[in-house]
Protein backbone atom coordinates (compact mmCIF):
# COMPACT_ATOMS: atom_id res chain seq x y z
CA UNK A 1 0.00 0.00 0.00
CA UNK A 2 2.85 2.23 1.05
CA UNK A 3 4.40 1.11 -2.61
CA UNK A 4 1.15 2.75 -4.56
CA UNK A 5 0.80 5.55 -2.78
CA UNK A 6 4.66 6.40 -3.04
CA UNK A 7 4.85 6.15 -7.00
CA UNK A 8 2.36 9.12 -7.68
CA UNK A 9 4.25 11.64 -5.19
CA UNK A 10 7.72 11.07 -6.96
CA UNK A 11 6.68 11.36 -10.24
CA UNK A 12 5.27 14.42 -9.27
CA UNK A 13 7.77 15.57 -7.78
CA UNK A 14 10.31 14.56 -10.77
CA UNK A 15 7.53 16.70 -12.93
CA UNK A 16 7.76 19.46 -10.86
CA UNK A 17 12.02 19.39 -10.86
CA UNK A 18 11.60 18.77 -14.85
CA UNK A 19 9.24 22.08 -15.46
CA UNK A 20 11.99 24.13 -13.38
CA UNK A 21 14.88 22.57 -15.25
CA UNK A 22 13.10 23.49 -18.33
CA UNK A 23 11.95 27.02 -17.16
CA UNK A 24 15.68 28.03 -16.10
CA UNK A 25 18.51 29.21 -18.28
CA UNK A 26 21.33 26.62 -19.21
CA UNK A 27 24.41 26.86 -17.13
CA UNK A 28 25.04 27.87 -13.29
CA UNK A 29 21.41 28.08 -12.70
CA UNK A 30 20.45 25.02 -14.57
CA UNK A 31 22.90 22.76 -12.65
CA UNK A 32 21.58 24.35 -9.80
CA UNK A 33 18.25 23.64 -10.91
CA UNK A 34 19.27 19.27 -11.95
CA UNK A 35 20.95 19.24 -8.24
CA UNK A 36 18.05 20.60 -6.46
CA UNK A 37 15.63 17.98 -8.39
CA UNK A 38 18.54 14.63 -7.82
CA UNK A 39 18.25 16.09 -4.07
CA UNK A 40 14.38 16.11 -3.95
CA UNK A 41 13.13 13.32 -5.47
CA UNK A 42 15.88 11.75 -2.63
CA UNK A 43 14.61 13.72 0.31
CA UNK A 44 10.28 13.22 -0.82
CA UNK A 45 11.27 9.40 -0.88
CA UNK A 46 12.11 9.71 2.60
CA UNK A 47 9.65 11.94 3.85
CA UNK A 48 7.20 9.21 2.08
CA UNK A 49 8.61 6.07 3.94
CA UNK A 50 8.56 8.18 6.97
CA UNK A 51 5.29 9.68 6.85
CA UNK A 52 3.93 5.99 6.05
CA UNK A 53 5.40 4.48 8.53
CA UNK A 54 3.70 7.15 11.26
CA UNK A 55 0.29 6.42 9.67
CA UNK A 56 0.42 3.35 10.04
CA UNK A 57 1.89 2.90 13.76
CA UNK A 58 -1.26 5.38 14.54
CA UNK A 59 -3.66 3.20 12.64
CA UNK A 60 -2.35 -0.27 14.03
CA UNK A 61 -1.39 0.44 17.41
CA UNK A 62 -4.56 2.38 18.99
CA UNK A 63 -7.15 0.05 16.94
CA UNK A 64 -10.07 -0.86 18.98
CA UNK A 65 -9.44 1.10 21.72
CA UNK A 66 -11.77 2.86 23.47
CA UNK A 67 -11.01 6.77 23.00
CA UNK A 68 -11.45 7.94 26.67
CA UNK A 69 -9.77 5.32 28.45
CA UNK A 70 -6.71 5.22 30.33
CA UNK A 71 -5.33 2.48 28.08
CA UNK A 72 -6.04 4.50 24.63
CA UNK A 73 -3.71 7.38 26.35
CA UNK A 74 -1.07 5.60 27.61
CA UNK A 75 -0.69 4.16 24.00
CA UNK A 76 -1.23 7.27 22.05
CA UNK A 77 1.63 9.16 24.17
CA UNK A 78 3.72 6.12 23.10
CA UNK A 79 2.73 6.66 19.39
CA UNK A 80 3.15 10.16 20.22
CA UNK A 81 6.80 9.57 20.73
CA UNK A 82 7.65 6.80 18.16
CA UNK A 83 6.57 9.55 15.44
CA UNK A 84 8.12 12.59 17.37
CA UNK A 85 11.21 9.97 16.95
CA UNK A 86 11.04 9.26 13.15
CA UNK A 87 9.93 12.76 12.45
CA UNK A 88 12.61 14.32 14.01
CA UNK A 89 15.40 11.64 12.35
CA UNK A 90 13.74 12.84 9.11
CA UNK A 91 14.66 16.60 9.18
CA UNK A 92 17.96 15.82 10.36
CA UNK A 93 18.61 13.57 7.66
CA UNK A 94 16.73 16.07 5.02
CA UNK A 95 18.24 19.71 6.26
CA UNK A 96 17.19 22.29 4.99
CA UNK A 97 13.35 22.99 5.12
CA UNK A 98 12.63 20.01 6.66
CA UNK A 99 14.68 21.40 9.59
CA UNK A 100 12.69 24.50 9.44
CA UNK A 101 9.23 22.77 9.73
CA UNK A 102 10.26 20.57 12.44
CA UNK A 103 11.12 23.88 14.49
CA UNK A 104 7.98 25.54 13.25
CA UNK A 105 5.64 22.58 14.92
CA UNK A 106 8.01 22.03 17.93
CA UNK A 107 7.25 25.67 19.07
CA UNK A 108 3.58 25.21 18.83
CA UNK A 109 2.55 25.13 22.33
CA UNK A 110 -0.68 23.32 20.56
CA UNK A 111 0.84 19.88 19.61
CA UNK A 112 1.48 16.83 21.60
CA UNK A 113 4.31 17.55 24.29
CA UNK A 114 5.78 14.60 22.59
CA UNK A 115 6.16 16.65 19.42
CA UNK A 116 7.23 19.80 20.90
CA UNK A 117 9.92 17.97 23.48
CA UNK A 118 11.12 16.04 20.82
CA UNK A 119 11.58 18.13 17.62
CA UNK A 120 13.19 21.36 19.89
CA UNK A 121 16.34 19.68 19.82
CA UNK A 122 16.89 20.42 16.20
CA UNK A 123 19.66 23.01 15.49
CA UNK A 124 19.11 25.50 12.39
CA UNK A 125 22.94 24.46 11.23
CA UNK A 126 23.90 23.26 7.94
CA UNK A 127 27.09 22.13 6.25
CA UNK A 128 28.23 25.49 4.55
CA UNK A 129 28.29 25.58 1.27
CA UNK A 130 32.15 25.70 -0.10
CA UNK A 131 33.35 29.81 -0.54
CA UNK A 132 34.19 29.54 -4.68
CA UNK A 133 30.01 28.61 -4.73
CA UNK A 134 29.41 31.69 -1.92
CA UNK A 135 31.72 33.87 -4.60
CA UNK A 136 30.03 32.94 -7.24
CA UNK A 137 26.79 34.00 -6.21
CA UNK A 138 27.86 37.51 -4.59
CA UNK A 139 29.91 38.36 -7.88
CA UNK A 140 26.69 37.25 -10.27
CA UNK A 141 24.31 39.83 -7.53
CA UNK A 142 27.04 42.42 -8.06
CA UNK A 143 28.33 42.18 -11.09
CA UNK A 144 31.91 42.69 -9.69
CA UNK A 145 34.66 40.26 -8.61
CA UNK A 146 34.81 39.51 -4.62
CA UNK A 147 37.35 42.02 -4.21
CA UNK A 148 36.45 45.01 -5.64
CA UNK A 149 33.42 44.75 -3.00
CA UNK A 150 35.29 44.15 0.00
CA UNK A 151 38.53 45.16 1.19
CA UNK A 152 38.69 41.91 3.33
CA UNK A 153 36.26 38.76 2.82
CA UNK A 154 36.72 35.78 5.57
CA UNK A 155 36.39 32.69 3.39
CA UNK A 156 35.38 30.80 6.48
CA UNK A 157 31.35 31.71 7.55
CA UNK A 158 30.96 32.51 11.31
CA UNK A 159 27.47 30.87 11.26
CA UNK A 160 25.67 28.57 8.74
CA UNK A 161 21.72 27.59 9.00
CA UNK A 162 19.15 25.69 6.59
CA UNK A 163 19.00 28.50 4.21
CA UNK A 164 22.25 30.81 4.07
CA UNK A 165 25.38 31.70 5.66
CA UNK A 166 27.46 34.59 7.19
CA UNK A 167 30.73 35.84 6.31
CA UNK A 168 33.09 38.45 8.47
CA UNK A 169 34.11 41.26 6.01
CA UNK A 170 35.24 44.68 5.74
CA UNK A 171 34.54 47.08 3.13
CA UNK A 172 36.66 49.61 1.81
CA UNK A 173 36.41 52.56 3.87
CA UNK A 174 37.57 49.48 6.81
CA UNK A 175 33.86 49.45 8.25
CA UNK A 176 33.29 45.77 9.64
CA UNK A 177 30.16 43.94 8.19
CA UNK A 178 28.53 40.66 8.32
CA UNK A 179 27.02 39.53 4.78
CA UNK A 180 24.43 36.38 4.53
CA UNK A 181 24.51 34.66 1.33
CA UNK A 182 21.91 32.53 -0.04
CA UNK A 183 22.91 29.03 -0.68
CA UNK A 184 22.68 28.46 -4.29
CA UNK A 185 19.63 26.91 -5.99
CA UNK A 186 17.30 27.42 -2.67
CA UNK A 187 14.27 28.66 -4.35
CA UNK A 188 13.87 25.65 -6.44
CA UNK A 189 14.85 23.05 -3.72
CA UNK A 190 11.99 24.90 -1.61
CA UNK A 191 8.83 24.47 -4.36
CA UNK A 192 10.23 20.56 -4.45
CA UNK A 193 9.51 20.78 -0.35
CA UNK A 194 7.06 22.30 -0.14
CA UNK A 195 4.70 20.23 -2.91
CA UNK A 196 6.01 17.19 -1.01
CA UNK A 197 5.01 18.06 2.13
CA UNK A 198 1.34 19.66 0.73
CA UNK A 199 1.00 16.08 -0.58
CA UNK A 200 1.74 14.48 2.52
CA UNK A 201 -0.78 16.43 4.46
CA UNK A 202 -3.32 15.74 2.60
CA UNK A 203 -2.99 12.30 2.73
CA UNK A 204 -2.68 12.08 6.36
CA UNK A 205 -6.02 14.87 6.40
CA UNK A 206 -7.73 12.05 3.92
CA UNK A 207 -7.05 8.97 6.44
CA UNK A 208 -7.20 10.69 10.11
CA UNK A 209 -9.69 13.40 8.56
CA UNK A 210 -9.92 15.33 12.39
CA UNK A 211 -6.23 16.23 11.78
CA UNK A 212 -6.31 19.31 9.17
CA UNK A 213 -2.46 20.41 8.93
CA UNK A 214 -3.09 22.61 5.70
CA UNK A 215 -2.86 26.29 7.61
CA UNK A 216 -0.38 25.18 9.51
CA UNK A 217 1.52 24.73 6.19
CA UNK A 218 0.25 27.71 4.56
CA UNK A 219 1.84 30.08 7.41
CA UNK A 220 5.11 27.61 7.24
CA UNK A 221 5.30 28.20 3.11
CA UNK A 222 4.07 31.95 3.73
CA UNK A 223 7.28 32.38 6.08
CA UNK A 224 9.49 31.01 4.25
CA UNK A 225 9.09 32.65 1.32
CA UNK A 226 9.42 35.74 3.05
CA UNK A 227 12.81 34.54 4.53
CA UNK A 228 14.33 33.83 1.35
CA UNK A 229 13.70 37.78 -0.06
CA UNK A 230 16.62 38.89 1.92
CA UNK A 231 15.38 42.88 0.51
CA UNK A 232 12.41 42.23 2.56
CA UNK A 233 14.38 41.21 5.42
CA UNK A 234 16.37 44.30 5.15
CA UNK A 235 13.37 46.47 5.42
CA UNK A 236 11.90 44.99 8.62
CA UNK A 237 14.93 45.77 10.01
CA UNK A 238 14.96 49.18 9.46
CA UNK A 239 11.19 49.43 10.35
CA UNK A 240 12.12 47.39 13.84
CA UNK A 241 14.92 49.93 14.29
CA UNK A 242 12.62 52.80 13.85
CA UNK A 243 10.15 51.33 16.65
CA UNK A 244 12.88 50.91 19.41
CA UNK A 245 15.13 54.52 18.26
CA UNK A 246 14.64 55.72 21.82
CA UNK A 247 15.10 52.16 23.42
CA UNK A 248 19.03 52.57 24.87
CA UNK A 249 19.28 48.45 25.09
CA UNK A 250 18.17 47.21 21.94
CA UNK A 251 20.50 47.13 19.11
CA UNK A 252 19.23 46.10 15.23
CA UNK A 253 22.33 46.01 12.74
CA UNK A 254 22.33 49.09 10.14
CA UNK A 255 21.94 47.66 7.08
CA UNK A 256 24.23 48.69 3.85
CA UNK A 257 21.21 48.96 0.89
CA UNK A 258 23.95 49.26 -1.91
CA UNK A 259 25.42 45.85 -1.26
CA UNK A 260 21.96 43.82 -0.24
CA UNK A 261 20.02 42.34 -3.05
CA UNK A 262 17.34 39.48 -2.54
CA UNK A 263 20.58 36.89 -1.74
CA UNK A 264 22.99 39.04 -0.30
CA UNK A 265 22.17 41.38 3.22
CA UNK A 266 24.93 43.32 4.24
CA UNK A 267 25.02 44.43 7.70
CA UNK A 268 27.16 46.12 10.32
CA UNK A 269 28.79 43.81 12.06
CA UNK A 270 27.74 43.67 16.00
CA UNK A 271 29.90 41.77 18.37
CA UNK A 272 27.70 39.74 21.11
CA UNK A 273 26.73 35.95 22.62
CA UNK A 274 23.81 33.91 22.16
CA UNK A 275 21.57 35.14 24.87
CA UNK A 276 21.01 31.91 26.91
CA UNK A 277 25.24 31.28 27.38
CA UNK A 278 24.76 31.75 30.95
CA UNK A 279 28.83 31.26 31.05
CA UNK A 280 29.49 34.05 28.63
CA UNK A 281 27.21 36.02 31.28
CA UNK A 282 28.74 35.41 34.66
CA UNK A 283 31.70 36.11 32.72
CA UNK A 284 30.52 39.55 32.08
CA UNK A 285 28.71 39.97 35.57
CA UNK A 286 25.97 40.35 33.31
CA UNK A 287 22.55 39.36 35.79
CA UNK A 288 20.93 36.71 33.68
CA UNK A 289 17.26 38.26 35.69
CA UNK A 290 17.73 41.49 33.66
CA UNK A 291 18.39 39.97 30.78
CA UNK A 292 15.50 38.24 30.79
CA UNK A 293 13.31 41.53 31.71
CA UNK A 294 14.97 43.28 28.85
CA UNK A 295 14.03 40.73 26.15
CA UNK A 296 10.61 39.87 27.05
CA UNK A 297 9.85 43.71 27.40
CA UNK A 298 11.58 44.00 23.66
CA UNK A 299 9.13 41.51 22.48
CA UNK A 300 5.93 42.61 24.35
CA UNK A 301 6.10 46.10 23.06
CA UNK A 302 6.25 44.31 19.31
CA UNK A 303 3.19 42.39 20.34
CA UNK A 304 1.21 44.59 22.12
CA UNK A 305 1.85 48.01 21.22
CA UNK A 306 3.88 47.95 17.33
CA UNK A 307 1.85 45.29 16.36
CA UNK A 308 5.23 44.40 14.11
CA UNK A 309 6.56 40.85 15.70
CA UNK A 310 9.63 39.20 14.72
CA UNK A 311 8.45 35.44 14.24
CA UNK A 312 11.95 33.56 14.80
CA UNK A 313 13.31 34.54 18.04
CA UNK A 314 15.75 31.85 19.40
CA UNK A 315 18.71 32.33 21.08
CA UNK A 316 21.16 32.72 17.88
CA UNK A 317 18.72 35.43 16.28
CA UNK A 318 19.47 37.45 20.12
CA UNK A 319 22.69 38.42 20.96
CA UNK A 320 23.89 39.74 24.42
CA UNK A 321 26.81 42.29 23.81
CA UNK A 322 28.59 43.44 27.02
CA UNK A 323 28.84 47.46 27.77
CA UNK A 324 30.67 47.00 30.95
CA UNK A 325 29.83 47.42 34.41
CA UNK A 326 27.43 45.08 33.99
CA UNK A 327 25.63 46.95 31.39
CA UNK A 328 24.40 45.32 27.85
CA UNK A 329 22.50 45.71 25.12
CA UNK A 330 20.51 42.91 22.81
CA UNK A 331 21.72 42.75 19.45
CA UNK A 332 18.29 41.92 17.66
CA UNK A 333 19.69 39.57 14.28
CA UNK A 334 17.75 37.77 11.45
CA UNK A 335 14.58 39.82 10.32
CA UNK A 336 13.38 37.46 7.66
CA UNK A 337 10.37 36.57 9.56
CA UNK A 338 7.78 39.10 10.79
CA UNK A 339 3.88 39.33 11.11
CA UNK A 340 2.40 42.95 10.44
CA UNK A 341 -0.74 42.42 13.32
CA UNK A 342 -4.22 43.01 12.03
CA UNK A 343 -4.95 46.17 14.68
CA UNK A 344 -8.38 44.85 15.74
CA UNK A 345 -6.74 41.80 16.22
CA UNK A 346 -3.92 43.27 18.19
CA UNK A 347 -6.02 45.63 20.42
CA UNK A 348 -8.68 42.67 21.22
CA UNK A 349 -5.56 40.54 22.14
CA UNK A 350 -4.81 43.69 24.47
CA UNK A 351 -8.12 43.26 25.96
CA UNK A 352 -7.41 39.32 26.57
CA UNK A 353 -4.95 40.38 28.61
CA UNK A 354 -6.47 42.65 30.27
CA UNK A 355 -9.39 40.21 31.37
CA UNK A 356 -6.85 37.75 31.94
CA UNK A 357 -5.45 40.14 34.59
CA UNK A 358 -8.59 40.64 36.17
CA UNK A 359 -9.89 37.11 36.14
CA UNK A 360 -13.25 38.83 33.97
CA UNK A 361 -14.59 35.31 33.25
CA UNK A 362 -17.00 36.54 31.05
CA UNK A 363 -14.85 39.04 29.36
CA UNK A 364 -12.11 35.90 28.09
CA UNK A 365 -15.61 33.60 26.60
CA UNK A 366 -16.78 37.06 24.77
CA UNK A 367 -13.23 37.70 23.26
CA UNK A 368 -12.90 33.91 22.34
CA UNK A 369 -16.24 34.21 20.47
CA UNK A 370 -14.45 36.77 18.52
CA UNK A 371 -11.62 35.05 18.10
CA UNK A 372 -13.46 32.15 16.67
CA UNK A 373 -12.37 29.08 18.93
CA UNK A 374 -15.84 29.51 20.97
CA UNK A 375 -15.73 26.98 24.00
CA UNK A 376 -12.25 26.86 23.69
CA UNK A 377 -11.45 30.06 24.93
CA UNK A 378 -11.83 28.84 28.43
CA UNK A 379 -8.36 27.06 27.92
CA UNK A 380 -6.91 31.35 27.56
CA UNK A 381 -5.76 31.63 31.02
CA UNK A 382 -3.81 28.01 30.98
CA UNK A 383 -2.61 28.59 27.57
CA UNK A 384 -1.00 31.92 28.43
CA UNK A 385 -1.03 32.49 32.45
CA UNK A 386 -0.75 28.92 33.97
CA UNK A 387 -4.28 29.45 35.49
CA UNK A 388 -7.48 27.89 34.58
CA UNK A 389 -10.38 30.10 34.00
CA UNK A 390 -11.87 29.33 37.55
CA UNK A 391 -9.09 30.53 39.46
CA UNK A 392 -9.07 32.91 42.02
CA UNK A 393 -5.12 33.44 42.58
CA UNK A 394 -3.30 36.08 41.88
CA UNK A 395 -1.33 36.26 38.38
CA UNK A 396 2.12 34.36 38.42
CA UNK A 397 0.89 32.55 41.60
CA UNK A 398 0.96 28.45 40.69
CA UNK A 399 -2.33 26.79 40.66
CA UNK A 400 -3.55 24.84 43.33
CA UNK A 401 -3.40 21.28 43.75
CA UNK A 402 -7.59 21.24 43.11
CA UNK A 403 -7.33 23.24 40.17
CA UNK A 404 -4.39 21.31 38.82
CA UNK A 405 -6.81 18.09 39.42
CA UNK A 406 -9.95 19.68 37.36
CA UNK A 407 -7.55 20.67 34.65
CA UNK A 408 -6.07 17.18 34.39
CA UNK A 409 -9.84 15.70 34.43
CA UNK A 410 -10.77 18.34 31.68
CA UNK A 411 -7.58 17.87 29.36
CA UNK A 412 -8.04 14.18 29.66
CA UNK A 413 -11.44 14.19 27.62
CA UNK A 414 -9.86 16.21 24.66
CA UNK A 415 -9.12 14.43 21.63
CA UNK A 416 -6.66 15.59 18.65
CA UNK A 417 -10.13 16.35 16.82
CA UNK A 418 -10.43 19.16 19.42
CA UNK A 419 -6.68 20.26 19.25
CA UNK A 420 -7.05 19.95 15.43
CA UNK A 421 -10.73 22.28 15.68
CA UNK A 422 -8.90 24.50 18.31
CA UNK A 423 -6.30 25.40 15.89
CA UNK A 424 -8.14 25.55 13.03
CA UNK A 425 -10.72 28.05 14.33
CA UNK A 426 -7.32 30.73 15.70
CA UNK A 427 -6.97 33.58 13.47
CA UNK A 428 -3.46 33.46 11.62
CA UNK A 429 -1.92 36.45 13.75
CA UNK A 430 -2.31 33.87 16.31
CA UNK A 431 0.08 31.50 14.93
CA UNK A 432 2.89 34.05 15.10
CA UNK A 433 1.87 34.96 18.84
CA UNK A 434 1.81 31.18 19.99
CA UNK A 435 5.26 30.34 18.33
CA UNK A 436 7.25 33.51 19.30
CA UNK A 437 5.76 32.96 22.68
CA UNK A 438 6.62 29.47 22.78
CA UNK A 439 10.34 30.13 21.98
CA UNK A 440 10.66 33.24 24.45
CA UNK A 441 9.39 31.00 27.39
CA UNK A 442 12.23 28.20 26.68
CA UNK A 443 14.86 31.36 26.52
CA UNK A 444 13.85 32.43 29.67
CA UNK A 445 13.27 29.14 31.03
CA UNK A 446 17.30 28.94 30.45
CA UNK A 447 17.69 32.56 31.85
CA UNK A 448 16.08 30.84 35.01
CA UNK A 449 13.57 34.07 35.39
CA UNK A 450 11.05 33.99 37.60
CA UNK A 451 7.88 33.34 35.43
CA UNK A 452 5.96 36.06 37.13
CA UNK A 453 8.70 38.29 34.71
CA UNK A 454 7.06 37.22 31.76
CA UNK A 455 3.19 37.78 32.88
CA UNK A 456 3.63 41.20 34.45
CA UNK A 457 5.83 42.25 31.60
CA UNK A 458 3.06 41.21 29.19
CA UNK A 459 0.22 42.79 31.58
CA UNK A 460 2.10 46.09 31.22
CA UNK A 461 2.92 46.26 27.70
CA UNK A 462 -1.26 45.30 27.12
CA UNK A 463 -2.37 47.94 29.25
CA UNK A 464 -0.11 50.45 26.64
CA UNK A 465 -0.98 48.64 23.58
CA UNK A 466 -4.42 49.85 24.68
CA UNK A 467 -3.80 53.36 25.15
CA UNK A 468 -2.59 53.19 21.43
CA UNK A 469 -6.41 53.32 20.05
CA UNK A 470 -6.94 54.97 17.41
CA UNK A 471 -8.74 58.52 18.64
CA UNK A 472 -12.49 58.78 18.27
CA UNK A 473 -13.80 61.59 16.08
CA UNK A 474 -16.33 62.98 18.59
CA UNK A 475 -16.84 66.32 20.82
CA UNK A 476 -14.76 67.55 23.17
CA UNK A 477 -16.76 66.52 26.13
CA UNK A 478 -16.86 62.89 25.25
CA UNK A 479 -13.38 62.57 24.51
CA UNK A 480 -12.73 64.02 27.83
CA UNK A 481 -14.91 61.82 29.18
CA UNK A 482 -13.44 58.69 27.33
CA UNK A 483 -9.82 59.89 28.14
CA UNK A 484 -10.79 60.17 32.07
CA UNK A 485 -12.13 56.48 31.93
CA UNK A 486 -9.40 55.25 29.96
CA UNK A 487 -6.79 56.74 32.66
CA UNK A 488 -9.09 55.60 35.72
CA UNK A 489 -9.17 52.07 33.83
CA UNK A 490 -4.95 52.42 33.48
CA UNK A 491 -4.76 53.18 37.10
CA UNK A 492 -6.61 50.38 38.24
CA UNK A 493 -4.75 47.43 36.24
CA UNK A 494 -1.59 49.19 36.78
CA UNK A 495 -2.42 49.16 40.63
CA UNK A 496 -3.20 44.96 39.93
CA UNK A 497 -0.30 44.31 38.33
CA UNK A 498 2.39 46.21 40.75
CA UNK A 499 0.28 44.11 43.45
CA UNK A 500 0.47 41.10 41.87
CA UNK A 501 4.48 42.02 41.38
CA UNK A 502 5.16 42.28 44.88
CA UNK A 503 3.20 39.50 46.06
CA UNK A 504 5.74 37.48 43.23
CA UNK A 505 8.83 39.00 44.77
CA UNK A 506 7.19 38.30 48.32
CA UNK A 507 6.70 34.38 47.02
CA UNK A 508 10.03 34.29 45.53
CA UNK A 509 11.75 35.67 48.90
CA UNK A 510 9.56 33.12 50.78
CA UNK A 511 11.04 30.19 48.46
CA UNK A 512 14.08 31.43 49.23
CA UNK A 513 13.86 31.76 53.34
CA UNK A 514 12.24 27.86 53.24
CA UNK A 515 15.35 26.01 50.65
CA UNK A 516 17.92 28.16 52.99
CA UNK A 517 16.19 26.77 56.23
CA UNK A 518 16.36 23.64 54.74
CA UNK A 519 19.38 23.17 53.71
CA UNK A 520 20.95 24.16 57.47
CA UNK A 521 18.77 21.68 58.09
CA UNK A 522 20.07 19.14 55.99
CA UNK A 523 23.82 20.41 57.05
CA UNK A 524 23.19 19.95 60.82
CA UNK A 525 21.30 17.08 60.19
CA UNK A 526 24.40 15.30 58.61
CA UNK A 527 26.22 17.11 61.13
CA UNK A 528 24.64 15.38 64.23
CA UNK A 529 24.90 12.34 62.45
CA UNK A 530 28.68 12.38 62.04
CA UNK A 531 29.19 13.31 65.93
CA UNK A 532 26.75 9.87 66.98
Same mark, same amino acid.
Given at each position: MLRRRRAPLLLAAAAAGVALAASSPTGENARSVASALQHGVARSSRAVYTIGFVVADYKYSLRGLDSGSADYRAKLSDVHLRSAKKLLKLCEMNGGFYVKAGQYVSSLRQVPKEYSSTLSSLQDQATPSKFQDI??????????????????????????????? !??????????? !??IKVQYPGLEQR???????? /????? /? !? /??????????????????SMSMELDFTLEAKNSERTANCFRKNGVVKVPYVFWQLTTREVLTMEFCYGHKVNDLDFLRREKISPTKVAKALIELFGEMVFVHGFVHGDP??????? /????????????????????????????????????????????????????VG?????????FTGRTIESKSAIGTQMSSEEQRRLKEDLSSLGMDDISSFMEALPRDFYVILRTDGLLRSILGNLGAPRHVRLLTYAKCAVHGLEKQPKLESGAINRMFLQVKTNISYLHLRVLIEIAGLLAKVNDVKHKAVDKLRRMFQEISQGLHLLM
Open positions: KIVIEQNFGKKLHEIFLEFDEHPIAAASIAQ !VHRGRLHDNQD !VAMKIDIMTM /SFLSK /S !V /SWIFPDYKFDRMLVEFEKHPGNILV /SPQGNGKFSLVLLDHGIYRELDQKFRLDYCQLWKALILLDTKKILELGEQFGKYAKYFPVI
